[in-house]
DNA sequence: CAAATTTGTGTAATCGATTCAACTATGGAA
DNA sequence: TTCCATAGTTGAATCGATTACACAAATTTG
């Protein structure tokens, strides 16, 4: 494998010549250039970045590190990211916890180890610590996620709650008093903990608060997996009081609870109506078009990385990013019937 | 920024040293290796990759690059990488093509410069002779994918030939001979130019020609985007003699087209019986749940990633890896109605 | 025409690690 | 006691680029 030593004395020039011509510096003689461009076309050379970024120590790439690379709203972000990433010519590392906190830091600290010039993080827990140890060498992050606003990092916030209030107030304006939310998460408690789900319960509460409603805190349950989640869906729609809506908290439970909704023989929306979180092309498809809570993702990876790409070009601004969610009315809400559950 | 130096200087010990600890060198006198690792601990010292990668010739990172990441395969396809690249602590470097073959070959050059240690590459169009530029430079590659077998290059090559066929087969022996095909691609000549559309393609007509059926080409369409699959699927079922089929060849078309049934007050599987490529939890979820040709991408991942990383280790196989794809049969697909259209 | 400036190029230090040869203790065998 | 093998360590070269500095040649200026 050819290096630039090798371009050199092919072209009869020193090194620095060289690199000046690799990287359009003007003070090199037109004439020169071409015998340098010459040579490394023969060569078939190809620039070592490692030992180019060694030099610079930079590295012309960032690290986006995301919870769990299922999920299909990580996907758009990435995109909107590498869009970005795309137009600056920097570099994407990826990195997919898969759910684990060992995972997590085991990633940051090798993003750490391999110098990238800022993070895109979507941390699990908390992650306060891990990402002041990033800035203290150096390494920009950005924190994006739904959860509350608040410390000193830059961050995206996902501004959902109006939306969710909307959400609700939408069910109850149609006559809905049992509400079922379905939340990802081990327990209400851990829910509680902060994060998207936790504004999703936080706006399911101000609503009925607002309207004067009670709260039946046996609709509000959460789960794990898929599979967890239609079960559990399974037993509130099997009650004698069953909820007349149910609210899937995440998009990626939603085909799940529709398929165990159809399993106890509910119509939607007449007998019982469903709202979702995440919005996608088969949410519009589905028969009744599902009413959604929607969120443009890929704007928000794209609005992630110009935070990020302006930070570590060191130009100021607003480093607390917010984007607004929108309540999308289609046709799955409905008013219950009058008989009622 | 704390170098090994620093380190060295603390410990009262050489750089050399320094390196043996961080290395796990066994030749280390355990009271010097704790006086290192003290020292390390105290300046909060993280190595810099770029310079052992530099030093060492390889860069414990591998290039993943995908036509356009907003399809879901491709992210489930990613995660199994991930995965796998995880056990053996290798990076990843994500690049998307975003459907340019000009961005695509960017890419492969600049995953060259950064020398990682493999690359897994799905092609948009012809590879090989960017495919044979990386490996002249030492850098291993697979190619993934749904193109017919051939070349020289490790592979993994999708086997969805049977499937498909009998896929067709099973909507003929229902009683269809309308059985419409949207494919993606410019044009049907695009389409025999090869990938994973030819192959659909080759197995339609080779399921007619079994069943001594004519195939009308005009129900083979093709598309670029969801709204342009989802108006050629209009225009064919408005049509006097419309198909009483319909075969969406990619799943990212399929909530379109669904949609597109729909608006022209068809039901599936009376009117019109409906199979996708590609399966999900929305096809199941679906009313009625959707017949499928499916391929377990999560797999593909993980194989796609054992075979690269038995290639850089210089382990010998096989290296041309096939995966089969299933027919799903569920409920969208029926025999046609006795008056037929 | 000499001095001053500009332009283009070469030389060598540098980035932060790894690694090999050389050297020094340390203990055991002759 | 002497010699050898071995474990532990140091020092310096090296990976492949960038870039500040020095310097020669070409050009402008007074």
């Known amino acids: ?5 090798d371009v050199a004395r092919r072209a009869e020039v020193s090194t620095g010549t060289v690199s000046r011509v690799l990287n359009n ?21 190809s620039p070592n970045l490692v030992a180019r970024n ?3 120590a930079r590295s012309g790439a960032i690290g986006v590190l995301v919870p769990n690379a299922t999920n299909p709203s990580n996907l758009t972000i990435m995109h909107g990211i590498a869009r970005v990433a795309g137009r600056h010519n920097s570099g994407i590392f990826f990195c997919d916890s898969d759910g684990s906190l060992e995972n997590e830091s085991a990633h940051l600290r090798q993003l750490c180890e391999r110098r990238v010039d800022g993070v895109v993080f979507q941390p699990i827990g908390s992650y306060e610590k891990q990402a002041k140890l990033l800035q203290e060498s150096g390494i920009r992050v950005v924190i994006a996620g739904l959860r509350t606003p608040g410390g000193m990092l830059p ?11 909307a959400a609700i107030r939408h069910l109850i304006s149609l006559g809905h ?21 936790r504004n999703r319960f936080d706006a399911y509460n101000h609503a009925h608060a607002e309207a004067g409603l009670p709260v039946d805190q046996s609709l509000v349950v959460t789960a794990v997996s898929e599979e967890e989640a239609a079960s559990r869906a399974a037993t509130l729609l099997a009650r004698a009081d069953r909820p007349t ?3 899937s908290g995440i998009h990626y439970f939603s ?7 159809r399993q106890v023989n509910l119509r939607i929306p007449e007998d019982l109506s469903f709202l979702s979180y995440g919005d996608s092309r088969w949410a519009e498809a589905f028969d009744p078009p599902l009413t959604v809570v929607r969120t443009d993702y890929e704007l928000m990876g794209q609005r992630l990385g110009e935070l990020l790409f302006s930070l570590t ?16 009315v289609r046709a799955s809400c409905a008013p219950p019937l009058a008989g009622g559950a």
């Open 1 to 5: 494998m050819a290096t630039i030593d």
């Open 25 to 45: 510096h003007p003070a090199v003689r037109s004439l020169t250039r071409r015998s340098v461009l010459a040579a490394i076309e023969e060569l078939n050379y």
């Open 54 to 56: 060694l030099r610079r």
């Open 155 to 165: 961050q995206m916030v996902v501004d959902e709650f109006d939306a969710s209030v």
């Open 177 to 197: 008093s049992r509400i079922a939310l379905i939340l990802r998460g081990f327990s209400t408690i851990s829910v509680l903990k902060g994060g998207a789900m």
């Open 245 to 247: 809506a149910l609210v």
């Open 255 to 261: 085909p799940s609870l529709l398929l165990a909704v």
């Open 313 to 328: 070009d060191g130009i100021a601004g607003e480093t607390s990013l917010h984007q607004r969610s929108e309540l999308i």
